[in-house]
T-cell receptor, first 113, second 114 residues
Framework: AQSVAQPEDQVNVAEGNPLTVKCTYS??????LFWYVQYPNRGLQFLLK??????LVKGSYGFEAEFNKSQTSFHLKKPSALVSDSALYFC???????????FGQGTTLQVKP | EADIYQTPRYLVIGTGKKITLECSQT?????MYWYQQDPGMELHLIHY???????EKGDLSSESTVSRIRTEHFPLTLESARPSHTSQYLC?????????????FGPGTRLTVT
């Protein structure tokens, strides 16, 4: 069965520093991976996805994610964090070919000035 | 922002009332989904649809029901609300082909049952 894990409930980083939000996955077959962000009282917004190709995927708002097959990871990164990046981040994996997604438990990112 | 809408945004209602949460999208997407987001912020799929007249139950058992009479509309109904139904409900949609497409989410409905 497909699954995804986000090992950190919260990540704290100072503004201007690089940030990493971790995600590991377990799939049978090829992994199709996604990152979403949720701001308070809002729905989820799509950031980026990995389907195939280059292991470094670039997405919205300056975020990128690195796919690592040997470590079964898909960590979200940004070179320089902004206070406005503070939000809840979800990693997701495609469940099957129906389009359903399985979401991780979410990681709260806190960027302090 | 995606073109997917949910109403109401907030609802406080008494136990035993019937409620319908509305979800509409203008992107022509065939697939639509309902998620329940608990206080711990985890997302649980409760219903999904592949198109008109298609509905399936999700991974989390729910007492709610859904219908899909029109492509753009995917309402969720609770016949008799209970305090245990208090949660945030998120609607999403995606394109049909490929299964690789991202889902677009509405802003959510925060339901409180007293």
């Amino acid at each position: 069965a497909q699954s995804v894990a986000q090992p950190e409930d919260q990540v704290n980083v100072a503004e201007g520093n690089p940030l990493t939000v971790k995600c590991t996955y377990s799939v049978s077959g090829n992994p199709y991976l996604f990152w979403y962000v949720q701001y308070p009282n809002r729905g989820l917004q799509f950031l980026l996805k990995y389907i195939t190709g280059d292991n470094l995927v670039k997405g919205s708002y300056g975020f990128e994610a690195e796919f690592n097959k040997s470590q079964t990871s898909f960590h979200l990164k940004k070179p320089s964090a902004l206070v406005s990046d503070s939000a809840l981040y979800f990693c997701a994996v495609r469940a099957d070919n129906t389009g359903k997604l399985i979401f991780g438990q979410g990681t709260t990112l806190q960027v302090k000035p | 922002e995606a073109d997917i809408y949910q109403t109401p945004r907030y609802l406080v209602i008494g136990t035993g009332k019937k409620i319908t949460l509305e979800c509409s999208q203008t992107m022509g997407h065939d697939k639509m989904y309902w998620y329940q987001q608990d206080p711990g912020m985890e997302l649980h799929l409760i219903h999904y649809s592949y198109g008109v007249n298609s509905t399936e139950k999700g991974d989390l058992s729910s007492e709610s029901t859904v219908s899909r009479i029109r492509t753009e509309h995917f309402p969720l109904t609770l016949e008799s609300a209970r305090p245990s139904h208090t949660s945030q409900y998120l609607c999403a949609s995606s394109e049909l082909e490929g299964g690789f497409n991202e889902q677009y989410f509405g802003p959510g409905t925060r339901l409180t049952v007293t």
